[in-house]
């Protein structure tokens, strides 16, 4: 079973930065896409970006010029570049990844709190 290690976590400013970054246990086979989501607690997961082995992205209206995925030069890694952090972006952060074009495979999730 391929297991995702998030880090870069953290409590912010608004207005501040953070650098998530995600890595699979299993760095024999890439996956076509991975991404990050966030979750606030009673609220269900949203998909904040993504990022296919091709090099395409997406990302929700929200973070559209503030956030920057990216896959690393090993296997099986991304990233998350946070810029100009809002309060509203306070979540529990997921890696996922897939091998085709589902998401299976996810993260425990690192903590993001923005203060005003």
């Known amino acids: 079973q391929v297991h995702l290690v998030e880090s870069g976590g953290g409590l912010v400013q608004a207005g501040g930065s953070l650098r998530l970054s995600c890595a699979a246990s299993e760095s024999i086979f890439s996956m076509n896409i991975m991404g990050w989501y966030r979750q606030t607690p009673g609220k269900q997961r949203e998909l904040v970006a993504g990022i296919t082995s091709g090099g395409s992205t997406n990302y929700a209206d929200s973070v559209k010029g503030r956030f920057t995925i990216s896959r690393g030069n090993a296997r099986n890694t991304v990233y998350l570049q946070m810029n100009s952090l809002k309060p509203e972006d306070t979540a529990v952060y997921y890696c996922?990844?897939?091998?085709?074009?589902?998401?299976?495979?996810w993260g425990q999730g690192t903590q993001v709190t923005v203060s005003s």
């Open positions: 996922a990844a897939g091998i085709r074009l589902t998401y299976d495979y």
